[in-house]
């Protein structure tokens, strides 16, 4: 069991492969469908359970601070908002985020790995607290140490208090994304992100030997199988 927004990476030994099961909202997360024999890092595996994908949030998932709106929808769990890079150009690497971020609940501003990555000593994420209605939003300023190309950026989001009813999330944000040659390569506000689950997660690794994926030995043994049905093996006439 882990939590999507904390959970460290076991340094014991790489995976060939692993699924994990929400215990909340969102959907299955499988690690890769390949068939090249690779150990695969846990740090291609996003944070979180998939639940809207970026341009498919329904209107009320946040009522943007607007009495105008229509009420939002309630959560009674973590939310985790994940920006991905490559979408639409080149990958880069995140050197400074800055701007505001708004919400009744609080939370934290985290760049990729952070905090989960026994490998990577550096902790790149900022907290902020709760916003109200008249409030012009926290500052949020990071400029993270690990800079590898590519990362995503996240923000984890906590519910205010432990109603079994849920509470409506109200959720604005203005982000500045520089790279390391301090050119800005990305503006991020509430469209920008897709929509994670940060319940909890039943994460089940496989270790196959040569990190065969279990693609790969189906296709193995589909072919051995064919083979056996010929002459000998080997003929597949």
Same mark, same amino acid.
């Given at each position: 069991?882990?939590?999507? +927004?904390?959970?460290?990476?076991?340094?014991?030994?790489?995976?060939?492969? &692993?699924? $994990?099961?929400? #215990? =909340?909202?969102?959907?299955?997360?499988?690690?890769?469908?390949?068939?090249?024999?690779?150990?695969?890092?846990?740090?291609?595996?996003?944070?979180?359970?998939?639940?809207?994908?970026?341009?498919?949030?329904?209107?009320?998932?946040?009522?943007?601070?607007?009495?105008?709106?229509?009420?939002?929808?309630?959560?009674?769990?973590?939310?985790?908002?994940?920006?991905?890079?490559?979408?639409?150009?080149?990958?880069?690497?995140?050197?400074?985020?800055?701007?505001?971020?708004?919400?009744?609940?609080?939370?934290?501003?985290?760049?990729?790995?952070?905090?989960?990555? +026994?490998?990577?000593?550096?902790?790149?994420?900022?907290?902020?607290?709760? &916003?109200? $209605?008249?409030? #012009? =939003?926290?500052?949020?300023?990071?400029?993270?140490?690990?800079?590898?190309?590519?990362?995503?950026?996240?923000?984890?989001?906590?519910?205010?208090?432990?109603?079994?009813?849920?509470?409506?999330?109200?959720?604005?944000?203005?982000?500045?994304?520089?790279?390391?040659?301090?050119?800005?390569?990305?503006?991020?506000?509430?469209?920008?992100?897709?929509?994670?689950?940060?319940?909890?997660?039943?994460?089940?690794?496989?270790?196959?030997?040569?990190?065969?994926?279990?693609?790969?030995?189906?296709?193995?043994?589909?072919?051995?199988?064919?083979?056996?049905?010929?002459?000998?093996?080997?003929?597949?006439?």
């Amino acid at each position: 069991m882990i939590d999507p +927004a904390t959970y460290e990476i076991s340094q014991k030994y790489r995976v060939t492969e &692993s699924i $994990a099961l929400p #215990t =909340g909202q969102g959907s299955v997360a499988v690690s890769h469908d390949g068939q090249l024999p690779a150990q695969f890092f846990d740090r291609k595996l996003s944070r979180g359970a998939l639940m809207a994908k970026k341009g498919e949030l329904h209107a009320s998932w946040n009522n943007e601070w607007s009495t105008s709106k229509a009420a939002a929808n309630r959560y009674r769990h973590k939310l985790i908002l994940r920006f991905a890079q490559g979408a639409d150009k080149q990958q880069y690497r995140v050197a400074k985020v800055t701007g505001t971020v708004k919400c009744n609940w609080p939370g934290k501003v985290i760049i990729g790995d952070a905090g989960k990555d +026994a490998y990577v000593s550096a902790i790149d994420s900022v907290p902020f607290a709760l &916003s109200t $209605a008249s409030d #012009t =939003g926290k500052a949020i300023t990071l400029t993270p140490k690990d800079l590898r190309v590519g990362q995503d950026i996240y923000i984890v989001l906590e519910p205010p208090g432990n109603n079994p009813e849920g509470y409506e999330l109200n959720f604005t944000c203005s982000l500045d994304v520089t790279d390391e040659k301090g050119v800005r390569q990305d503006q991020l506000n509430a469209q920008s992100f897709e929509l994670r689950s940060g319940e909890s997660q039943f994460l089940m690794e496989k270790r196959n030997p040569y990190h065969i994926t279990s693609k790969a030995w189906k296709w193995i043994l589909a072919v051995l199988k064919r083979e056996l049905n010929g002459k000998q093996l080997g003929d597949r006439t």
